[in-house]
């Protein structure tokens, strides 16, 4: 019983680091759509041709992604503010977007 335990967390972590690495590969095409937008000005174009590709479903599936319609108007939106996904991720950018609403929410009050 403890060998069958054992295997399952093994296979459990095994299937959570496999789902953070596509999730990289997911944040990587994004950096790349960021980057074609600024330098062509199609990023959200190509996020969504990518999404909506075969190999992207699957990628977006393998990271724990629904690949739906909705998923791609979000991937678009995200690559049109053109914020890296570095830097989007930083606390620094979270605590400048929180005192920008707070500071929204003081105005129309």
Do not use: H
């Amino acid at each position: 019983m403890r060998d069958f335990v054992d295997g399952t967390a093994f296979n459990a972590e095994q299937g959570n680091r496999a789902r953070k690495l596509f999730a990289a590969v997911v944040l990587a095409a994004l950096d790349d759509a960021i980057a074609d937008d600024k330098k062509y000005g199609n990023g959200p174009e190509q996020i969504a041709r990518w999404a909506r590709s075969r190999d992207g479903r699957e990628v977006l599936s393998c990271a724990g992604i629904d690949p739906t319609e909705r998923v791609v108007a979000g991937l678009m939106e995200f690559v049109s503010k053109g914020v890296r996904t570095s830097v989007a991720l930083s606390r620094e950018e979270s605590e400048r977007r929180n005192a920008a609403l707070l500071a929204e929410a003081a105005e129309a009050a």
